[in-house]
């Protein structure tokens, strides 16, 4: 197969699946609008170009890792997008958490002008994307998922097809609902360690790999034990926004989700309380604020 694949948005996400792709032996073009992002491909070892357009007509397969929905609109649809590259057959990996019509718009823009753009967002944290463990969830043409095969491995550590274009955000935001849940349960145990007397890292050894433990919880567990939350691989900010889209999800099915509707409010009170670009561990904080912690106080 062509080597070749192109990464657009080379920011957290993209930069491990870079990395990770050219250690597999691809080559990797790609475009970031922000100039340190592009530096930071090229430092890798890939090839940043000018457009989205360009690095469709330089790869056949383009991952894509956006932050927002304008941003998926203006990368497919817009002058330099890569519905408007020459060629057709173009598959496009869309990994971002947005809403599924603003994804259904750009697969039937690509569909239009002989392109496939195929649903596949990402469960999994930066951290767990250095390290490629990394969970595919995959809908959408499947003879074109079934291609990206190898790229999907490189980057990845299980690859999951769910169906028809679409299932993969539908499986993330289920994924995502638990993930508020197990990350708010984490720092609620932690806390409730630390108001009983019990030193956090003692309350971390015991429950990481006891009954109770959780994914999340052994992998921001350390950083709640630590208080180490500025150097974010998941930001408040990012988790509100993956909330905002699962509310109106639910929404729109009339199904109620009283527990992760009570978990949400944490990340709100994180934001509101200045901690909106922290890693999503500060949940931890937050609840500490709530009941009066102050860990410096404990240690002295």
Request: aromatic share 8%.
């Given at each position: 197969m062509n080597r070749n694949v192109g990464i657009v948005g080379v920011g957290i996400?993209?930069?491990?699946?870079?990395?990770?792709?050219?250690?597999?032996?691809?080559?990797?073009?790609?475009?970031?609008?922000?100039?340190s992002a592009a530096e930071r491909l090229n430092s890798l070892g890939g090839q940043?170009?000018?457009s989205p357009r360009a690095v469709a007509e330089a790869a056949p397969i383009v991952i894509m890792s956006l932050p927002k929905a304008e941003a998926l609109t203006e990368v497919i649809s817009g002058v330099d997008g890569i519905a408007q590259a020459a060629g057709t057959g173009q598959i496009v990996i869309e990994c971002s958490t947005l809403p599924l019509d603003i994804k259904q718009a750009a697969h039937d823009v690509m569909q239009?002008?002989?392109?496939?753009?195929?649903?596949?967002?990402i469960s999994g944290t930066g951290a767990q994307a250095v390290a490629k463990d990394l969970v595919i969830l995959g809908s959408g043409?499947?003879?074109?998922?079934?291609?990206?095969?190898?790229?999907?491995?490189?980057m990845s550590r299980?690859?999951?097809?769910?169906?028809?274009?679409?299932?993969?955000?539908?499986?993330?935001y289920i994924a995502n609902h638990l993930v508020t849940i197990h990350n708010v349960a984490a720092a609620e145990?932690?806390?409730?360690?630390?108001?009983?007397?019990?030193?956090?890292?003692?309350?971390?050894?015991?429950?990481?790999d006891s009954a109770g433990t959780s994914r999340m919880f052994q992998m921001r567990g350390p950083l709640m034990r630590d208080e180490r939350y500025d150097e974010p691989t998941a930001t408040i900010r990012m988790q509100l926004k993956d909330i905002s889209i699962i509310d109106a999800f639910a929404a729109d099915l009339d199904c109620?989700?009283?527990?992760?509707?009570?978990?949400s409010q944490v990340y709100h009170a994180g934001a509101a309380l200045g901690r909106r670009e922290q890693d999503t561990a500060a949940v931890c904080a937050?609840?500490?604020?709530?009941?009066?912690?102050?860990?410096?106080?404990l240690k002295s």
């Open positions: 996400m993209g930069t491990a699946m870079a990395r990770n792709l050219r250690e597999a032996g691809f080559s990797i073009v790609g475009y970031d609008p922000v100039p940043a170009l000018m239009k002008n002989g392109k496939v753009l195929l649903d596949c967002p043409d499947q003879a074109a998922f079934e291609r990206c095969a190898p790229v999907f491995a490189g299980v690859q999951h097809y769910l169906g028809p274009f679409g299932r993969g955000s539908i499986m993330k145990a932690m806390v409730l360690g630390i108001k009983a007397g019990i030193d956090p890292a003692v309350v971390y050894d015991t429950l990481a109620a989700l009283p527990v992760y509707a009570a978990a937050v609840l500490e604020t709530m009941h009066g912690i102050d860990r410096t106080k």
